[in-house]
Structures are given as structure tokens and as C-alpha cells.
């Protein structure tokens, strides 16, 4: 439910005053160009018209029950699991624009780690930028007390190392 929740809350904040990200196109690799194996149409017609980098975990890629919200902008991806949910997301919009030449910003840029893990309310979080678009995994747990997936870092740190890029285009 939370998911779902903090899904309609980011659509929604698409709606406000925004700008859009500059976005450095990773260069081709040819392992990736093309899966030996078409993706699902779900996903495919899903982020047809994403303007951006889509990233799930490569395990997943082939998963037909996924659950796809796009625009040219944002993407998320919803994965249903037997007492979890797992949703993928890239935004390439920003609320507020600080000048990068900011000393400030500077600074926290410098700070920011590659990738934040984090725990919140029961669910655990991988939050990361890469190509100039901002990313997170949200795993969520229905017991998140005793579910491993959502109790220790390991599972979403997995997920992380496993994403693939699916999609999107310039």
C-alpha cells in the first residue's frame, strides 16, 4: 500500500513546478544493445515513449505480471512477490534548480555517495543518479519485521548490482 502511495505521490509531483534533468546518454554496449529474448510487451509498450534510461533488475526483465506507469519523464515499475513488493523508478525532473557553479552544491555533490541504502518505515531503499537521472528501489515487505528482504541490506544491494538497462531513449 505504501508503494502504491509513494507511486501516486511522485506522478503527482510531476505536476508541479519542475525543470528536467540533462541526461549523458551511457554509450552503447553491444552485450546490451539487444536481448536474445524480446522483453515482455508490457513492458516494452510501457516505456515506449520514456526519455530516459530504464533500469530493472536483469532477473525481472522477463517478468509478464509487472506493473509499468510511464511518461517521457518518469517510469515505475512494479514487481509483486509472494508477501513483497518491489518497485523500480527513474525520474528525470527536479522541483528546484541550484547552479552548479553553487559552492553549497558543490559540497554536497562531493558528499553524495555513488548509491544510499537505507531502511524507512519497514522498507529498504537503494537511491542513486546515474546518467543525470535520479533512480530508486523500494523493496516492501508485509511482515518487515521478520522478512530478510526488508530486515537486511543484502537483498536490495543485489537487486542493485544486477540492473540492466532495458529501455528509454534520447
Known amino acids: 500500500?505504501?508503494?502504491?502511495?509513494?507511486?501516486?505521490?511522485?506522478?503527482?509531483?510531476l505536476n508541479a513546478e519542475s525543470g528536467i534533468l540533462d541526461i549523458?546518454?551511457?554509450?552503447?554496449?553491444?552485450?546490451?544493445?539487444?536481448?536474445?529474448?524480446?522483453?515482455?510487451?508490457?513492458?516494452?509498450?510501457g516505456i515506449k515513449n520514456t526519455k530516459l534510461p530504464v533500469y530493472i533488475p536483469s532477473s525481472l526483465a522477463y517478468d509478464k505480471k509487472m506493473v509499468v506507469v510511464a511518461n517521457k519523464n518518469f517510469y515505475s515499475?512494479?514487481?509483486?512477490?509472494?508477501?513483497?513488493?518491489?518497485?523500480?523508478?527513474?525520474?528525470?525532473?527536479?522541483?528546484?534548480?541550484?547552479?552548479?557553479?553553487?559552492?553549497?552544491?558543490?559540497?554536497?555533490?562531493?558528499?553524495?555517495?555513488?548509491?544510499?541504502?537505507?531502511?524507512e518505515e519497514g522498507m529498504r531503499s537503494a537511491n542513486f543518479n546515474r546518467h543525470g537521472v535520479n533512480y530508486e528501489l523500494i523493496i516492501e515487505c508485509e511482515k518487515p519485521k521478520t522478512d530478510t528482504r526488508c530486515t537486511e541490506e543484502q537483498y536490495i544491494r543485489k537487486l542493485y548490482s544486477r540492473l540492466i538497462m532495458v529501455g528509454g531513449r534520447p
Do not use: C, H
Not at 500500500?1 to 509531483?13: A, F, V, Y
Not at 549523458?24 to 516494452?44: A, D, E, F, H, R
Not at 527513474?90 to 555533490?109: A, R
Open 77 to 119: 515499475i512494479s514487481f509483486l512477490f509472494q508477501g513483497a513488493t518491489l518497485m523500480v523508478s527513474g525520474d528525470k525532473t527536479f522541483q528546484e534548480s541550484i547552479p552548479s557553479s553553487n559552492s553549497d552544491f558543490q559540497k554536497m555533490m562531493k558528499a553524495s555517495p555513488t548509491v544510499e541504502f537505507m531502511e
Open 1 to 13: 500500500m505504501r508503494l502504491l502511495l509513494t507511486t501516486l505521490l511522485l506522478l503527482s509531483s
Open 24 to 45: 549523458k546518454w551511457p554509450k552503447p554496449n553491444p552485450q546490451q544493445q539487444k536481448p536474445s529474448i524480446p522483453y515482455p510487451s508490457v513492458l516494452t509498450e
